[in-house]
């Protein structure tokens, strides 16, 4: 069987205008190749402006590559037709970075979990509403947080909400893009240990997007770690930590401290 996922020598170059005539070109991923197996916790580490985000756009068809492919279970996810890219779209769901921008302020959470339920057309309304309840204690949320707003959420809670609402449809894949880079340190560590149970308990793949080398150290079973839109080392994550084979992965882990769970 293929990879869950995977990119083959993917590039996407932007261009910016740069006064009034002139324009310039950056290349924010380069020749990007690797592969994601079902069931596999994969890490995607950089820093600031190494292409991570470029690519979970990419990954999410929000964006077209210049060139290159990106498969899904050997199918190119840029020739699927309507109802293989309808199936695409139920099976790859994402969890953003903000939790507090994520949301409508005006949507009770039960309707914020419920509509990815609605978009597909899952389930009768009494079936989408007990998918609510369900994924909520999935992620240790109490019941009546449905009839709650955004506002009345911590932002560790909020979080949970969009980890709940990923989960409504049942994907095979969770994009996880920086999920925890705007939350306390305390609260932090409460998201990565429910991404290690959810990932334990429902077999999920996921992609998680992260800054930091040494926290995915704890979550990944493989990375890659991205320097300025180029994959500079790749593979299992003790192999590249124990035998990194790019300066700048060297200096990542020498500058980081631990991080205890």
């Given at each position: 069987?293929?990879?869950?996922?995977?990119?083959?020598?993917?590039?996407?170059?932007?261009?910016?205008?740069?006064?009034?005539?002139?324009?310039?070109?950056?290349?924010?991923?380069?020749?990007?190749?690797?592969?994601?197996?079902?069931?596999?916790?994969?890490?995607?580490?950089?820093?600031?402006?190494?292409?991570?985000?470029?690519?979970?756009?990419?990954i999410l068809r929000l964006i077209k590559p210049d060139r290159g492919?990106?498969?899904?279970?050997?199918?190119?996810?840029?020739?699927?037709?309507?109802?293989?890219?309808?199936?695409?779209?139920?099976?790859?769901?994402?969890?953003?970075?903000?939790?507090?921008?994520?949301?409508?302020?005006?949507?009770?959470?039960?309707?914020?979990?419920?509509?990815?339920?609605?978009?597909?057309?899952?389930?009768?309304?009494?079936?989408?509403?007990?998918?609510?309840?369900?994924?909520?204690?999935?992620?240790?949320?109490?019941?009546?947080?449905?009839?709650?707003?955004?506002?009345q959420l911590s932002g560790g809670q909020r979080q949970r909400v969009?980890?709940?609402?990923?989960?409504?449809?049942?994907?095979?894949?969770?994009?996880?893009?920086?999920?925890?880079?705007?939350?306390d340190v305390s609260i932090q560590a409460q998201i990565i240990n429910?991404?290690?149970?959810?990932?334990?308990?429902?077999?999920?793949?996921?992609?998680?997007?992260?800054?930091?080398?040494?926290?995915?150290?704890?979550?990944?079973?493989?990375?890659?770690?991205?320097?300025?839109?180029?994959?500079?080392?790749?593979?299992?994550?003790?192999?590249?930590?124990?035998?990194?084979?790019?300066?700048?992965?060297?200096?990542?882990?020498?500058?980081?401290?631990?991080?205890?769970?």
């Amino acid at each position: 069987m293929p990879p869950v996922l995977e990119l083959k020598e993917v590039w996407k170059i932007f261009e910016l205008k740069k006064g009034f005539l002139k324009k310039k070109k950056i290349t924010a991923v380069k020749n990007v190749s690797f592969h994601i197996e079902k069931g596999e916790f994969f890490s995607l580490v950089g820093e600031s402006g190494s292409g991570k985000t470029t690519i979970s756009r990419l990954i999410l068809r929000l964006i077209k590559p210049d060139r290159g492919k990106i498969l899904f279970y050997g199918k190119d996810i840029f020739s699927m037709n309507k109802s293989e890219l309808r199936e695409y779209r139920r099976r790859v769901q994402v969890v953003f970075q903000n939790p507090y921008t994520s949301f409508n302020p005006l949507m009770k959470i039960k309707d914020i979990v419920k509509e990815p339920l609605d978009i597909h057309k899952i389930g009768s309304r009494k079936e989408r509403l007990e998918r609510v309840k369900e994924v909520l204690s999935l992620v240790n949320l109490p019941e009546e947080f449905m009839e709650r707003f955004p506002d009345q959420l911590s932002g560790g809670q909020r979080q949970r909400v969009g980890i709940a609402r990923a989960l409504a449809i049942e994907p095979e894949i969770i994009i996880a893009d920086e999920p925890v880079s705007s939350l306390d340190v305390s609260i932090q560590a409460q998201i990565i240990n429910l991404f290690l149970e959810l990932h334990k308990e429902l077999g999920l793949t996921f992609l998680f997007i992260a800054h930091d080398l040494n926290l995915v150290r704890h979550l990944s079973d493989r990375i890659a770690v991205l320097y300025k839109g180029e994959v500079v080392d790749y593979g299992k994550t003790e192999d590249v930590f124990s035998s990194p084979t790019s300066s700048f992965t060297k200096e990542l882990i020498n500058s980081i401290p631990p991080i205890k769970f």
